[in-house]
C-alpha cells in the first residue's frame, strides 16, 4: 500500500502549486483520498477529501475557494490545486486514504493510511 505526494515546492504568496498523489498496491477505487497538512508545533488538519467515485468533496474552511481536489482513478493520482497561496499555508502536506464504504463520502477527520509528505513553503 503506497501513496507518494509531489508537487511540494517554495512559493510566493498569492501564487499557485499543485500537489500530485500517486497510489499503488491497492484497489484506488476503493479508497476515499484526502490531503491533511502539518505545520511546525501545529497539530496535523485535514485539508480537503474526495469520495471513491469523486462526486463529493470536502474543504476546511481555511483553504475553501482557494483549493480544489480532484482524482483520476485511470492513472490512480490524486491532485491538489492549491491557489491564491498564504503563508499559513506553509506545511508538510500528506496524501491519506480512507477504506470508506460509501462510493459518494469522505472524510477530513481521520484516514487509515499516510504518505510521507511534501513540503509547501510560502513566503510572504
Known amino acids: 500500500f503506497q501513496l507518494v505526494e509531489s508537487g511540494g515546492g517554495l512559493v510566493q504568496a498569492g501564487g499557485s502549486l499543485r500537489l500530485s498523489c500517486a ?6 477505487d476503493d479508497y476515499a483520498i484526502a490531503w491533511f497538512r502539518q505545520a511546525p508545533g501545529k497539530y ?12 463529493r468533496t470536502q474543504f476546511a474552511d481555511s483553504v475553501k475557494g482557494r483549493f480544489t481536489i480532484f482524482r483520476n482513478n ?21 496524501c491519506t486514504a480512507e477504506s470508506n464504504p460509501s462510493p459518494s463520502d469522505c472524510t477530513i477527520s481521520y484516514f487509515d493510511h499516510r504518505g510521507p509528505g511534501t513540503q509547501v513553503t510560502v513566503s510572504s
Open 23 to 28: 497510489a499503488s498496491g491497492f484497489t484506488v
Open 44 to 55: 496535523l488538519e485535514g485539508v480537503s477529501c474526495i469520495s471513491r467515485t469523486g462526486d
Open 74 to 94: 485511470a492513472d490512480r493520482t490524486i491532485y491538489l490545486q492549491m491557489n491564491n497561496l498564504r503563508p499559513e499555508d506553509s506545511a508538510v502536506y500528506y
